[in-house]
C-alpha cells in the first residue's frame, strides 16, 4: 500500500474516490503499444539478424499471410528496417496500436516455417507469440461482457505467467543485444489480467484517442500553409470547433449549410 507521502506524489490521487483501486489500465497502452511493438519487433530484428531473412522477404511474407477476416486499415502495408531496429536502442515495432495488435497472425504463419524447431531459443521465440495470439483471443471472445468469467481469468492469467517466464529467458538469453525487452508494462499487464474478474479490458482502452489523434493530423495538413506557431494551432482549433457545431444541427440545416 502507498503511505500517505507517497500519495502526494502523484496528481491524480488528491481526487476524492481516485486511487490504486479505481484507475484502470489502458490494454491499448499496455499491450498493443507496448508490449506487442516490443515483442514483434524483436521477433523480426532476429529473424533478420539469425536466421537472415532479407526484409524485403519478411515485408512479403507478412503482407500475403493476413487473415481475411483482418481489416485493410488494421494492416501493415510496408515494412522497412528501421521500422523494428533502432540504433542503441531496443527492438521496437513501429505503427498504430491495431497494425501492431493484428501482426501476430501472419508473423507467427512466417515465423514457424522459418524457424529450427529442434533449437529451445526457436520455440521460446514462438511460445511468446501463441501465448500473445491466445491473449488477444480471450479478450475478443469476451468483448461483450462486463467482467471475465472465472474460467476466462485463470486461462488469462496463466498465458500471461507463461508469457512473462518465456519473455525473460528471452531477455536473459540475448544478454547484451537489445532484443525482447522487459518495462512496466509486462508488469502492468498482470494486474490487467487480474483485474478482468470486476472490469472487462476493453472498457478501458483508449482506441478513441488513437483515432482523435488521426483527426489532428488531417486537421494540421488542412491547415499547415502559410501558417506556423500559434497562428496554426489557432486554425486548427477554430476548424475543429466549427465541424462539431454543424454536426450540432438539424439535418435540413446542415444540409443548406454544405
Same mark, same amino acid.
Given at each position: ?21 479505481? =484507475? ?50 488494421? !494492416? ?47 520455440? !521460446? ?38 508469457? !512473462? ?26 494486474? =490487467? ?27 494540421? !495538413? ?23 457545431? =454543424? ?12
Amino acid at each position: 500500500m502507498f503511505s500517505a507521502r507517497d500519495k502526494d506524489r502523484c496528481p491524480l490521487f488528491r481526487f476524492h474516490g481516485v486511487n490504486m483501486w479505481t =484507475l484502470r489500465c489502458d490494454c491499448m497502452r499496455i499491450k498493443h503499444l507496448g508490449i506487442d511493438q516490443y515483442y514483434y519487433g524483436s521477433v523480426m530484428l532476429f529473424l533478420h539478424e539469425d536466421l537472415h531473412v532479407s526484409v524485403e522477404t519478411l515485408n512479403d511474407e507478412i503482407r500475403a499471410r493476413y487473415p481475411r477476416t483482418v481489416p485493410h486499415k488494421c !494492416q501493415y502495408h510496408r515494412i522497412t528496417y528501421n521500422m523494428f531496429a533502432h540504433a542503441g536502442k531496443f527492438a521496437s515495432l513501429r505503427g498504430s496500436a491495431k497494425e501492431c495488435a493484428h501482426v501476430v497472425d501472419p508473423l507467427l504463419s512466417f515465423f514457424e516455417d522459418a524457424m529450427d524447431r529442434t533449437n529451445h531459443v526457436h520455440r !521460446q521465440i514462438r511460445l511468446g507469440m501463441r501465448l500473445l495470439l491466445r491473449f488477444a483471443e480471450i479478450v475478443d471472445r469476451n468483448k461483450d461482457l462486463d467482467a471475465y468469467p472465472p474460467e476466462s481469468v485463470r486461462a488469462l492469467l496463466e498465458i500471461v505467467w507463461d508469457f !512473462q517466464a518465456a519473455n525473460s529467458y528471452l531477455r536473459a538469453h540475448f544478454g547484451p543485444r537489445l532484443l525482447f525487452n522487459r518495462t512496466i508494462k509486462f508488469h502492468v499487464l498482470v494486474h =490487467l489480467a487480474v483485474s478482468t474478474r470486476w472490469a472487462n479490458p476493453i472498457a478501458g482502452w483508449n482506441y478513441h484517442g488513437e483515432a482523435f489523434m488521426t483527426v489532428c493530423k488531417t486537421l494540421h !495538413q488542412s491547415c499547415v500553409r502559410g501558417r506556423r506557431g500559434a497562428t496554426l494551432s489557432k486554425a486548427i482549433l477554430t476548424k475543429y470547433a466549427y465541424v462539431h457545431k =454543424l454536426m450540432a444541427l438539424p439535418h435540413d440545416q446542415f444540409v443548406l449549410r454544405v
